[in-house]
């Protein structure tokens, strides 16, 4: 137990010479009655994972349903984490089903709704994505409302196949009908955007001065005061910042080596906080930025693009793959491209599963964060070969803190609106509705008895 005569606030910072660093949740910021009573109350938080240009369909759904289901090639990597998972068949948007390509399927991910057709004078997706509307109802309860994140700027111009501005293909996240949030693409300006508060703080980070040396002479009278469950995890979490950040130093630095330049280098002309050059290494880095930032309770609410609509980022790096994702999506049934457009889509579930076990290892409460997040993973549409809206990839993972059954592969009936999804997360969030876009009610067989 804590030592503390009274719970802490969850928004206490570790402050230090204009530097302040968010804590991790700790038993000492619940109340004495939820510890005497086995119920820490930890907070339940909410990500969603956008995959551009679909799956290749025959090696996706798992064979069997509810709990006697096998992991399909493609969902193998998620084995370790079959009871943490739930898959979901037979979703789909009905009103993106109109217009070509994937802009329609992309902004209206998370609305649920039609955008209009635009070259980009009246951008509207015509309603409020999921994620912000629970943030408009919580987001109060932590610094920041909800995070976006993505790989990949905002898209410009007009992609005359189709005649839909391509920024429609650049954002999941809405505040409004005509309000796309930006999302941050630099793995450091969102690190000092979870960390740093005050003036001058972002300064320091410049001087090469570490976030935690600034803070430490705080938290070590913080932990003074902590009870030994707290202090370990305290001790692990700041082990893990000081790790991230050394991984962001030299995402951002030349590696030291022996050899030498043909000519000198002018150091003023050094790019800063430059993003990683590893598409791997840049979605991992914000990968572990929702965990750090859940991990803190910063916010409860996140968004990740792993690309935009249309994204023919090159996947070469990855065994058997010689060609850029969308391309590839449009295989045309040639054996060959399907099976690389499979790979690249395994290496997605991959980083997934990655970002699942890391938030499985971080203990919360009465079980880990995992238990305590609810994270949903999926795209826009199903065959990138034929823009198909109907039965969706989708795969949610955690418990959301009991709310969730899992460790299932539910097969709804075909064309269950997807939004039926959304008001049974909205429901595990503590942000319940009646109604979102074209739902029909609560998904069956999603939340749990509690």
Not at 138 to 165: F, I, K, W
Not at 172 to 193: F, S
Not at 288 to 307: E, K, Y
């Amino acid at each position: 137990m804590s030592r503390l005569s009274s719970p802490i606030s969850r928004r206490t910072l570790l402050r230090g010479a204009g530097a302040a660093l968010a804590l991790p949740w700790l038993e000492a910021m619940a109340p004495r009655a939820a510890l005497a009573s086995g119920d820490a109350g930890a907070p339940v938080r909410m990500a969603f994972l956008f995959m551009p240009n679909g799956v290749h369909p025959k090696l996706w759904t798992p064979e069997g349903a509810g709990r006697d289901f096998q992991l399909s090639p493609t969902l193998e990597p998620l084995a370790e984490l079959r009871d943490q998972i739930t898959v979901l068949t037979n979703l789909w948007h009905r009103n993106s089903n109109t217009g070509d390509g994937h802009y329609v399927k992309t902004s209206g991910f998370l609305t649920g709704t039609t955008i209009n057709k635009t070259v980009g004078i009246s951008i509207n997706c015509n309603g409020t994505s999921v994620d912000q509307l629970a943030a408009q109802r919580r987001g109060r309860e932590t610094p920041l409302p909800s995070l976006e994140l993505g790989t990949e700027p905002v898209s410009s111009g007009v992609d005359t196949n189709v005649g839909y501005t391509r920024v429609y293909g650049s954002h999941i996240a809405w505040r409004g009908p005509t309000q796309p949030l930006a999302k941050e693409i630099n793995p450091r300006l969102v690190y000092e955007r979870l960390f740093r508060a005050g003036k001058g703080s972002a300064d320091a980070a410049r001087e090469g001065r570490p976030l935690l040396d600034l803070v430490l002479d705080d938290a070590r009278q913080l932990r003074d005061q902590l009870g030994t469950t707290d202090r370990q995890k305290m001790d692990e979490y700041l082990e893990s910042v000081r790790a991230l950040e050394q991984r962001l130093q030299r995402a951002s630095s030349p590696e030291m080596n022996t050899w030498e330049p043909r000519a000198e280098l002018d150091p003023k002309a050094r790019p800063a906080e430059t993003t990683p050059e590893s598409h791997a290494e840049h979605v991992r880095l914000m990968l572990d930025m929702i965990v750090l930032a859940f991990q803190t309770d910063t916010t409860r609410i996140s968004t990740f693009m792993f690309g935009n609509s249309v994204s023919n980022k090159n996947f070469s790096f990855i065994d058997g793959v010689k060609g850029a994702h969308h391309s590839l999506s449009h295989h045309q049934n040639e054996e060959d491209k399907l099976q690389q457009y499979q790979l690249i889509n395994r290496w997605h579930v991959e980083q997934y599963a990655y970002l699942l076990r890391r938030l499985s290892e971080i203990p919360e409460g009465n079980g880990t964060l995992l238990d305590n997040s609810m994270v949903l993973f999926g795209s826009g549409l199903r065959d990138g070969n034929r823009h198909d809206p109907r039965n969706l990839p989708l795969i949610l993972g955690g418990r959301a803190g009991g709310r969730l059954q899992t460790g299932q592969h539910v097969v709804c009936e075909k064309e269950t609106p997807m939004s039926n999804l959304f008001v049974s997360m909205l429901d595990a969030f503590g942000t319940p509705v009646d109604q979102f876009a074209d739902s029909t009610g609560k998904l069956p067989g999603i939340l749990a008895d509690v």
